[in-house]
């Protein structure tokens, strides 16, 4: 008797315990996401406002007085529709050639094994130490020797190559029993083909995951565009809100409707994929 | 002999072509890629940065002149020191706070973890010129909501933009700010591979949450660990489009990190030469983060 009510109460005890837990953990994630939230809620709310209440202290969470002006102004005022045509076609037509080529190289590099393969292994290795951001001014003169200057080919062609990109599908690949690739063989079928028609459909998943990483890196990219590209017609998103910026007097009111305008796409991007974003493992293209 | 042999010879040459030819088929664009845009500018840079290059006409040699020059300039040394002082900072808050929120979140405590988790993700849509702008608007000295938050409280105006090192803080909360998501992925996934049954019988032996993590969770996360540190401690020597747009590197020219002095010696002064040769020693100190973490992660892993 007296057992059994002692193990009631422990365990009553431990179910409190673990109630209390349950609402310390919560409430901190909670506050933390909030906290992580607040900047961009503020940006957001802010770009609503007239403004002349945009300085006017004391501040408001809310505009007081909600307005479309900036942005009318901003679309006016900058040719946003081209930024981000162009900054599609970079972010779209780079994502395609990474996947392919990455595809392509994660499976040699997955499936052959001989001394130059494993050089040219250590050589990729190297790319994500060394950057080609730290070696600007010369990868510059690459890019005027080859003709690329002030075109959007020069942003796309230098970063085609990703060393995560040849990780995942190496990882991926090594995965993949070779038994699937003898029985192609022996059905006749040449190395390219096995590759093309069996291998890369079964890594579709990887496929899709290097796809959005890549679009998002490329959407993002600023260094490239801000040195290759000079004629504003041809400028990507980044490099003209950085045009705004970089003035003496910032018209905040332009820039931050201007700066929302140009996350539209990534939020698309973000709600269409965000499964596949939020469960995406990184891990297995990076560990090696 | 020779007749039993000349099979097995041009056996092993069609072994030897496809273990050459194919693999070459497939990795001849990357190599090509890899050829142009990594190899070639690296040893022209080199080269450059023993030349008074200045992006047009031809260059002179003049030896070490450039390195000579870069290692009396106090503006390089104040670049390399801010960098490296960023880094400092930002690396690990960058491991902690995602670690610390990544538990958090996979863990059996927390509600609503889901809603929670977009609600970190939301800074990994925002690119870092506009991450650097949203943090240039919080933080206005005249108009911004920190200081007017602060002003409330009665801790009153602090200068984040004319004072150097608020100026560099502002970066680094930043810099954390927009690279949680990423690493919160790296962790999530991590974490999530561990089994649920180590938990279980560290519970029936009674260790306490704090020890299942210490004993568990990090232990597991090396791998994890080791390339969030390693990738930010890179990312963070290379920091440039977030400063060009919270600060461009002011007040004046104190928060300078690695890359815009390189750009702004390459391609604002036109020293070519010059800035090659302070990418050259960028480039080694990148070599020797990354060296030195691979040995570190290799002896705490024979440790």
């Given at each position: 008797m007296g057992d059994v009510s002692g193990e009631r109460r422990l365990r009553r005890r431990r179910t409190t315990s673990r109630s209390l837990a349950t609402t310390i953990v919560t409430a901190i994630v909670w506050l933390l996401a909030c906290a992580w939230m607040f900047p961009a809620l503020w940006f957001l709310l802010s770009s609503f406002k007239p403004g002349s209440e945009l300085?006017?202290?004391?501040?408001?969470?809310?505009?007081?007085?909600?307005?479309f002006s900036g942005y009318v102004t901003?679309?006016?005022?900058?040719?946003?529709?081209?930024?981000?045509?162009?900054?599609?076609?970079?972010?779209?037509?780079?994502?395609?050639?990474?996947?392919?080529?990455?595809?392509?190289?994660?499976?040699?590099?997955?499936?052959?094994?001989n001394w130059w393969l494993r050089w040219f292994f250590v050589g990729i290795l190297i790319t994500t130490m060394l950057p080609t951001e730290v070696i600007m001014p010369s990868t510059f003169r690459v890019i005027l020797d080859l003709g690329l200057y002030n075109s959007l080919a020069g942003i796309i062609l230098p970063s085609v190559m990703t060393a995560?990109?040849?990780?995942?599908?190496?990882?991926?690949?090594?995965?993949?029993?070779?038994?699937?690739?003898?029985?192609?063989?022996?059905?006749?079928?040449?190395?390219?083909?096995?590759f093309w028609q069996i291998m890369l459909p079964l890594?579709?998943?990887?496929?899709?995951?290097?796809?959005?990483?890549?679009?998002?890196?490329?959407?993002?990219?600023?260094?490239?565009?801000?040195?290759?590209?000079?004629?504003?017609?041809?400028?990507?998103?980044?490099?003209?809100?950085?045009?705004?910026?970089?003035?003496?007097?910032?018209?905040?009111?332009?820039?931050?409707?201007a700066s929302i305008i140009s996350l539209i796409p990534m939020v698309a991007l973000f709600i269409a994929f965000s499964p596949q974003i939020m469960n995406a493992n990184m891990n297995s293209g990076l560990k090696d | 002999m020779t007749a039993v042999q000349a099979p097995v010879r041009r056996i092993s040459w069609q072994t030897r072509a496809r273990n050459n030819l194919v693999p070459f088929g497939f990795t001849v664009v990357t190599m090509v890629l890899f050829a142009v845009f990594f190899v070639w500018p690296a040893v022209l840079g080199l080269y450059y940065s023993f030349t008074n290059y200045r992006g047009y006409g031809t260059a002179k040699l003049v030896g070490f002149a450039?390195?000579?020059?870069?290692?009396?300039?106090?503006?390089?040394?104040?670049?390399?020191?801010?960098?490296?002082?960023?880094?400092?900072?930002?690396?690990?808050?960058?491991?902690v706070v995602p670690l610390f929120i990544s538990v958090l979140l996979v863990g059996p405590f927390c509600r609503w973890s889901r809603a929670a988790q977009i609600l970190f993700f939301v800074p990994w849509l925002i690119s870092p010129i506009v991450a650097g702008v949203i943090w240039r608007w919080m933080f206005g000295?005249?108009?911004?909501?920190?200081?007017?938050?602060?002003?409330?409280?009665?801790?009153?105006?602090?200068?984040?933009?004319?004072?150097?090192?608020?100026?560099?803080?502002?970066?680094?909360?930043?810099?954390?700010?927009?690279?949680?998501?990423?690493?919160?992925?790296?962790f999530m996934a991590a974490l999530r591979n561990i089994p649920r049954s180590y938990y279980e019988a560290a519970q029936i032996?009674?260790?306490?949450?704090?020890?299942q993590f210490w004993s568990i969770s990090l232990p597991l996360l090396r791998p994890t660990s080791f390339m969030v540190i390693l990738l930010s401690s890179i990312g963070a020597m290379k920091e440039f489009a977030l400063v060009q747009a919270l600060n461009g590197g002011g007040p004046g020219n104190t928060n300078y990190l690695m890359v815009q002095y390189i750009y702004h010696t390459g391609f604002e002064l036109n020293k070519v030469g010059y800035a090659s040769a302070a990418s050259f020693v960028l480039m080694v100190m990148l070599l020797v983060i990354a060296l030195i973490q691979v040995r570190i992660d290799r002896r705490t892993e024979l440790g």
């Open positions: 300085f006017s202290y004391p501040l408001t969470l809310f505009p007081k007085h909600w307005t901003a679309w006016e005022r900058f040719s946003f529709a081209r930024y981000v045509l162009n900054t599609s076609v970079v972010a779209v037509v780079t994502t395609f050639l990474t996947v392919i080529v990455s595809a392509a190289t994660g499976y040699a590099f997955a499936r052959y094994t995560t990109g040849v990780f995942m599908f190496r990882q991926y690949f090594s995965t993949v029993p070779s038994e699937l690739a003898e029985a192609a063989r022996i059905d006749g079928a040449g190395e390219f083909k096995i890594a579709r998943p990887i496929a899709a995951t290097l796809a959005i990483f890549s679009f998002h890196w490329r959407w993002n990219d600023y260094i490239w565009p801000l040195i290759v590209l000079n004629d504003p017609k041809n400028y990507t998103l980044q490099v003209a809100l950085r045009s705004i910026v970089g003035v003496d007097n910032i018209n905040w009111s332009v820039l931050l409707s | 450039n390195y000579v020059e870069l290692f009396s300039d106090s503006d390089f040394y104040q670049a390399v020191l801010r960098t490296l002082t960023y880094a400092v900072l930002v690396v690990p808050l960058g491991f000295e005249s108009f911004g909501v920190v200081n007017f938050v602060l002003s409330k409280v009665g801790i009153g105006q602090i200068s984040w933009q004319t004072d150097s090192n608020l100026s560099l803080a502002t970066v680094v909360i930043a810099a954390v700010w927009g690279g949680l998501a990423f690493n919160l992925l790296l032996d009674g260790a306490s949450s704090w020890r």
